[in-house]
């Protein structure tokens, strides 16, 4: 049954922004992540109401984000309401920092709804370690370049429908696009750099069915198009030896790297009420194929130019309750990812044994095989205007790589695995004109990458999911070892009914 969004502000427990752009949403999109990269909330720009629960969804609609991730829900909107979510992100350790400030509106009119977002976003990234062996630290640096310590990115949305006829359907379409100065994250890849400058763009299309059957079941069809497309000038100071009397000096060394990634997925989804009063299941079935014509060569890999496809799918199921002042959902959706990277011959290259391997043939194969796992669980409460909800998210990583390396002749297998837990709270107050909402998260387990050496001590190279049109899909050089670090997030939100 259809909520209004008049009547959802006044029953659920908190607004908030919400979107995990790997995703618009995490179930429609498959990001991939071969390191514990601790990546921040770049990509949550839309409204939500279950955000405080874990973002809770495959039984639990929210008639605030779900139009987002699908636009043909968006004949939940009637009437009328416009938004605005000012979000601020943290990286301990001094990782990495981002603000984002959404405005937005939903409308409802008759058979057509609608909608539309800007946002506006500063991103700062980690504080950069620059070398001053003589004057003790980076405390005696110089003032950075004001277009060095922080990047700024624009995003656009609009989506529109019409519920079909009878009105037990629903159609609709939208492009989200993003004019990039700046990944969170990519800059804590390339350990060794002085300065990287990125630029580029990301479009997500969409187009969404979304309908009712009888005695209350509801499912849902969606397709996508994800396109990123960036760029990475990426700075190296490296030493130099003069033969000349005042002997080695240090120049820089530009190096020019692409990061492009386009995916096409398709998302089912259904819902079905139990006998019990207030229940609810439902089940999700995703999959994705991703084209990577591009992956930048990050100080943390060993094989540079590696293009690569993926496939990635999602089995989810979920169960909620909706009864009185109360609310609980959750959600267990398991991944399974197969993905193939390698490296091309520039030239014609050697073998250990002599053998030649032409120019455009592989020089080294990898093979990954993911089984990651997502539980999400939370309940929300309401009292009169107060709203309070409590949620947990965990996500487990769990992949094998198998490279061969054809110049060498050799073989390797790396298994890595490792958890993130986000646990979330929110509060919120119900007004007759408008409802404010705060909601604060924290993930552990990630942190800045590095990987383990032969010679003795552990090597920090690398660095700092993300999101959508975000993919760190790195073959790692070595086992990997990882300083941590948490991501806090906090959000408030206003949104204001119109009708």
């Known amino acids: 049954m259809r909520t209004p969004v008049s009547r959802v502000t006044r029953l659920l427990a908190v607004t908030a922004l919400a979107l995990s752009c790997p995703s618009l949403a995490a179930a429609q999109y498959i990001s991939l992540k071969t390191v514990p990269i601790a990546a921040g909330d770049q990509f ?5 109401q279950n955000l405080g629960m874990a973002g809770v969804s495959i039984a639990l609609n929210d008639s605030l984000l779900d139009p987002f991730v699908n636009p043909g829900k968006g004949s939940l909107v009637q009437g009328a309401l416009v938004f605005v979510s000012p979000a601020l992100y943290d990286v301990s350790g001094e990782f990495g920092t981002g603000r984002s400030i959404p405005m937005g509106a939903l409308f409802g009119s008759g058979a057509w709804f609608g909608g539309v977002t800007v946002a506006l976003q500063q991103l700062e990234p980690m504080n950069p370690a620059f070398p001053f062996p003589f004057f003790g630290g980076p405390e005696w640096a110089p003032p950075t370049v004001l277009s060095q310590s922080s990047a700024s990115n624009i995003y656009l949305f609009g989506m529109l429908g019409r519920q079909l006829s009878g009105k037990r359907a629903s159609l609709g379409g939208s492009v989200f696009w993003g004019d990039l100065e700046a990944l969170e994250g990519v800059d804590l890849l390339y350990a060794g750099s002085q300065r990287i400058e990125q630029s580029g763009h990301l479009v997500d299309v969409r187009l969404g069915l979304f309908g009712e059957l009888s005695r209350g079941q509801e499912y849902e069809v969606l397709v996508l198009y994800s396109g990123l497309d960036m760029t990475h000038d990426v700075s190296y100071l490296e030493p130099i030896m003069d033969p000349l009397p005042q002997g080695p000096f240090q120049e820089f060394r530009v190096e020019h790297n692409q990061d492009k990634t386009n995916t096409y997925g398709v998302h089912l989804g259904y819902t079905h009420p139990l006998a019990a009063p207030g229940w609810r299941i439902g089940g999700i079935l995703t999959g994705n194929y991703k084209s990577h014509p591009k992956i930048p060569n990050y100080d943390i890999m060993n094989i540079p130019r590696d293009p690569g496809d993926s496939w990635g799918f999602n089995f989810g199921a979920g169960v909620s309750r909706s009864l009185g002042s109360t609310v609980f959902g959750a959600d267990l959706i398991l991944q399974p990812i197969w993905s193939e990277t390698w490296a091309e011959a520039a030239e014609p290259v050697t073998t250990r044994s002599g053998k030649i391997i032409p120019e455009g043939e592989k020089t080294v194969d990898n093979d990954f095989q993911f089984t990651n796992a997502l539980l999400r669980m939370g309940f929300g409460f309401k009292h009169k205007r107060a709203g309070f909800q409590l949620g947990l998210q965990v996500k487990s990583y769990d992949y094998t790589l198998e490279q061969i390396d054809l110049v060498e002749e050799d073989f390797r297998q790396q298994d890595e695995s490792w958890f993130e837990w986000t646990p979330s709270l929110g509060f919120s107050l ?11 998260r ?17 090597a920090e190279r690398g660095g700092f999911d993300a999101a959508m049109g975000t993919d760190f899909i790195v073959a790692p050089s070595g086992p990997l070892t990882l300083q941590d670090a948490d991501v806090w997030a906090h959000q408030i939100s206003v949104v204001i009914p119109l009708n």
């Open 442 to 458: 924290v993930t552990t387990g990630t942190g800045r990458p590095g990987v383990a050496t032969w010679w003795g001590p552990v």
């Open 44 to 48: 949550q720009l839309f409204p939500s």
């Open 430 to 440: 119900t007004f007759s004109e408008f409802r404010v909402g705060y909601t604060g």
